[in-house]
T-cell receptor, first 112, second 117 residues
Framework: KQEVTQIPAALSVPEGENLVLNCSFT??????LQWFRQDPGKGLTSLLL?????REQTSGRLNASLDKSSGRSTLYIAASQPGDSATYLC???????????FGKGTTLSVSS | GAVVSQHPSWVICKSGTSVKIECRSL??????MFWYRQFPKQSLMLMAT?????????EQGVEKDKFLINHASLTLSTLTVTSAHPEDSSFYIC?????????????FGPGTRLLVL
């Protein structure tokens, strides 16, 4: 059964720092991996989707990498800003490819 | 774009009552909709998958008679929590896909927070 783990559970950094969020998954047979952002009490915003054939995806200050063989993905945030404060979730499709399995998330707090 | 809305965004109810949550795809037809539940500091857990015009498929451990799902049209799915109890208090989020193909992009709604007193 696929399990997704995110480390750390929480992270506090001063504004301007570069940071890395980690995601690991137990079953490497995934089609893709997706990173989401969730603001308190809100729904999800998709940030990046990496297909299994890709090694990384970039969007602005965000860069996500994928290493299927080791079951790991990282989300790199450059020059963090207070507006980046949120919970970041990673998710992979279930075996049937019909729904997503989420990690518990990393709650990021960026102070000004 | 692909926008999914949920209504209500917040609901407080008494124990024993039933609560209906709506999930709508506003600018596309959603053949498949998913219902997730998120407890505080926990990950989103899939509750059920519904395809338009057919019965929902529930995940293991989710009571189908308690969480009634209806997907009667291509733009609307409803989740009814019957005889709600305090342990049902949670954040319910729906998502929708445009096709029934696997690996389709899911578009998420903003969520509904349910508090059962």
């Amino acid at each position: 059964k696929q399990e997704v783990t995110q480390i750390p559970a929480a992270l506090s950094v001063p504004e301007g720092e570069n940071l890395v969020l980690n995601c690991s998954f137990t079953d490497s047979a995934i089609y893709n991996l997706q990173w989401f952002r969730q603001d308190p009490g809100k729904g999800l915003t998709s940030l990046l989707l990496i297909q299994s054939s890709q090694r990384e995806q970039t969007s602005g200050r965000l860069n996500a990498s994928l290493d299927k063989s080791s079951g790991r993905s990282t989300l790199y945030i450059a020059a963090s800003q207070p507006g980046d404060s949120a919970t970041y979730l990673c998710a992979v499709p279930n075996q049937a490819g019909t729904a997503l399995i989420f990690g518990k998330g990393t709650t990021l707090s960026v102070s000004s | 774009g692909a926008v999914v809305s949920q209504h209500p965004s917040w609901v407080i109810c008494k124990s024993g009552t039933s609560v209906k949550i709506e999930c709508r795809s506003l600018d596309f037809q959603a053949t498949t909709m998913f219902w997730y539940r998120q407890f505080p500091k926990q990950s989103l857990m899939l509750m059920a998958t519904s395809n338009e015009g057919s019965k929902a498929t529930y995940e293991q451990g989710v009571e189908k008679d308690k969480f009634l799902i209806n997907h009667a049209s291509l733009t609307l799915s409803t989740l009814t929590v019957t005889s709600a109890h305090p342990e049902d208090s949670s954040f319910y989020i729906c998502s929708a896909t445009k096709n029934r193909l696997s690996q389709e992009t899911q578009y998420f709604g903003p969520g509904t927070r349910l508090l059962v007193l």
